[in-house]
């Protein structure tokens, strides 16, 4: 799993042997939610709102990173714009 960013008490990451549409994992102790990596919309679950926060200005600032280890951990299924 590429974990890519830490907060506190949860995490942000990209895995392997994914689906479409490519999205992120953020997971917390008492959450967990999928992020659609195109409209940066929650595909499934919930995040605190201080955390979804700091995870999209990560995103923001980032998005290369991201699409670069989505495509890394899920050759077959590549990011598409």
């Not at 960013?5 to 042997?17: A, F, H, I, Q, S």
């Amino acid at each position: 799993m590429g974990k890519l960013l830490r907060g506190t008490n949860w995490y942000l990451e990209v895995r392997g042997r994914e689906h479409y549409p490519a999205h992120f994992h953020v997971i917390g102790p008492d959450f967990a939610a999928q992020v659609d990596m195109k409209t940066l919309t929650i595909i499934e679950g919930d995040i605190p709102r201080s955390v979804k926060a700091t995870a999209l200005e990560w995103v923001a600032a980032n998005r290369a990173l991201l699409v670069a280890e989505w495509n890394r951990m899920n050759p077959d299924l590549p990011y598409r714009q």
